[in-house]
């Protein structure tokens, strides 16, 4: 199992890149992961990640409060405006860019810890950022989604309060207090979690390239083109303000990665609640979600040589 895990952790962009092709020009193959199973999905992977934190990761944000709240800051100012201002000047329709605003609005994604692994950059701060942001999304993703397209579309905040509370924060604070009192069995079930949680990510991408195959097709070059220039601009942003903040190399690996990659799962999962009535709206979270785990893992080449 270990090793299993191990394959499919390492190999993670190709295999969610295979079925998100298989999807989109045989949609057949795929109809069968319904769109229903999103939120369950999202919340498994989230349990998940709750399963891996522990009170000290928590300290981090005590030791270094002034990198965490620079993180959560520039996680929730960098990419909305980055969302919004590309939106804007792609023309996109209303759906495609409620899509692509509430992937800037979301918190970094726990592939985000991994990648900084891999780019030896400072793990520490990637989880405290992670583990801080992914508390405050309840409040500020609605908020800023509200602020942002309040004159586009309609928002419901409190049904993606609720939504968030439900799919995010109940599964990953199960997974902390059963990791906390019941640690010495959760460790051997961690090395399951790789395995688990490209499963969940692969189905999850399955089911919406799928159901949304021929509007994908039909407008799917502009919406790549609006979510590469997100992410890498994502990467860029953080890196510059890890330099303007002199942080240390590792922190400002930490900082572009996790501003760079979202929760795009969940933006895909709110998009299901918050935004019923246009079905693109879920088409930029699946798309960021293939595409950040291919630039993540060649980022991780490049900054692991610097």
Not at 176 to 182: D, E, K, S
Not at 202 to 216: D, F, Q
Request: net charge positive; glycine share 8%.
């Amino acid at each position: 199992m270990k090793k299993l895990s191990g394959f499919f952790g390492k190999y993670m962009a190709v295999i969610v890149l295979a079925v998100a092709a298989l999807a989109l020009f045989v949609p057949s193959s795929c109809l069968w992961v319904k769109t229903t199973w999103i939120n369950y999905l999202l919340m498994l992977v989230m349990f998940g990640m709750g399963l891996t934190l522990s009170a000290q990761d928590f300290a981090m944000v005590f030791r270094h409060p002034k990198n965490i709240l620079v993180g959560a800051l520039a996680q929730f100012t960098i990419m909305p405006l980055l969302a919004f201002g590309l939106g804007k000047m792609f023309g996109l329709e209303a759906g495609i860019l409620a899509g692509v605003i509430l992937v800037g609005t979301c918190p970094g994604g726990t592939a985000s810890n991994v990648i900084t692994y891999l780019s030896k950059g400072d793990v520490a701060l990637s989880v405290g950022m992670t583990s801080v942001n992914t508390l405050l999304a309840p409040f500020l993703t609605p908020a800023i989604t509200y602020l942002l397209l309040r004159t586009t579309v309609s928002v419901d905040v409190k049904t993606m309060f609720l939504s968030i509370i439900k799919v995010v924060i109940v599964p990953i604070a199960l997974g902390f207090v059963i990791n906390h009192f019941w640690g010495k069995y959760t460790r051997k079930v961690s090395e399951s979690l790789p395995l688990i949680s490209v499963v969940a990510i692969t189905l999850i991408v399955a089911a919406v390239v799928s159901h949304n195959s021929e509007r994908i097709l039909d407008t799917g070059r502009i919406v790549f083109v609006v979510v590469v220039l997100h992410n890498l601009l994502g990467y860029a942003a953080g890196y510059l303000l890890g330099v303007i903040l002199k942080l240390p190399l590792p922190g400002k690996k930490a900082l572009a990665v996790e501003i760079g990659m979202q929760n795009s799962g969940l933006a895909t999962s709110l998009a299901g609640t918050a935004f019923p009535n246009l079905a693109m709206a879920s088409v930029p979270g699946a798309i960021f979600s293939v595409w950040h785990n291919i630039s993540g893992a060649i980022l991780a080449n490049i900054l692991r040589r610097i």
